[in-house]
């Protein structure tokens, strides 16, 4: 199973909590991250792109870097981990990107590629002035499958004269090409995001839900095992969850148990409220999904997996036998201390990855 690390580019990671550890990003934690995950054997590390926070007492995600400028950082300080940057598709055109994917891609070497998100909250581009209205919701997997198409024509010829619905490209040029195909991740849930990650990407984020389920992922990764085998492509299903580890279950329970008694639920309405803009109330969407688990009212963005080392491991083991599962990437409370102890006490006993290689 590949491991990956869904580094805290944002202020205080993924808990959404006044109690849990704080702190705001910068270069310099990040590339601790990631130099961390690279010694740890680790294959990816990916960062998001937020553009506005969800506020409350805990200022969750007010604090953000920007993602392509960090990876191309990371790539400068790192050797041998891929390395991820998310494109928000509505504030850059689409040869935009790809020129920045391929200068990334100058500098990791071919280790670098591109995370498209289609945009669910609306605030972050309303404050531009750039929120094309809630018929983007209906539309939005089309003006993304544009947008792919684009990059992709430009990365392997130099040259796009696509024509669309959402973009007219007239001899438009791009030279040099990347040093190496520059994959494409994306985090869809619904049946129809589904199926446009199944003929545009290589990899597609299926969200874990729940605290201690590892499995409840089936269906969302059955789903694009199905879609992938209808377009005869290859899509690998890669699952996020967070970790909570200590040396016992209990004394894991108890960190978790203190993070949500701190919950930040001003900032959780917030987004829900942000999601409540979307009129098509997918009900395979992330607020849904929540509601479903019953997490709705828990300061975390998906699923939890607490426990000792021990048992960390062994649910991890049984999210990699999940058919379709190719691999995973983690979050944790405390990046430092989480990415320590996963790759000192939890890898070890991993069934799933006891039988790669290590990095020098």
Known sequence: MQLGVFIPIGNNGWLISTTSP?????????????????????DFALSMIKLHGFGGPSQFWDYNLESFTLMAGLAAVTKRIQLFATCAVLTMPPPLTARMAVTVDSISHGRFGVNIISGWQRREYAQMGIWPGSTHYNRRYDYCSEYVTIMKELWETGHS??????????????????????????????????????????????SSFGVNTPTAVTDSVARLVKATAETGRSCGALVSTMVIADETDAAAMAKWRHYVAGTDHEALAWRESQAEDDPTRDPLAGPNKRKTFKMQDLPTQGGVL???????????????????????????????????????????????????????
Do not use: W
């Open 22 to 42: 704080q702190y705001k990003p910068s270069f310099d934690l990040n590339a601790e991250v990631v130099r961390k995950a690279e010694a740890f054997g680790f």
């Open 161 to 206: 004269d696509f024509k669309g619905d959402f973009f007219q490209m007239d001899d438009c040029r791009l030279l040099p090409m990347p040093t190496a195909k520059i994959p494409i991740i994306c985090a869809a849930q619904s049946d129809a995001g589904t199926r446009y990650a199944a003929r545009h990407a290589d990899y597609n984020f299926c």
């Open 306 to 360: 607490v426990g000792s080392y021990a048992a960390i491991a062994a649910m991890l083991d049984e999210l990699a036998d999940v058919p379709g599962v190719q691999g995973v990437m983690l979050t944790f409370d405390d990046f430092l201390i989480g990415m320590e102890q996963f790759g000192t006490r939890i890898q070890p006993l991993m069934r799933s990855r006891n039988n790669l290689r290590r990095a020098a």
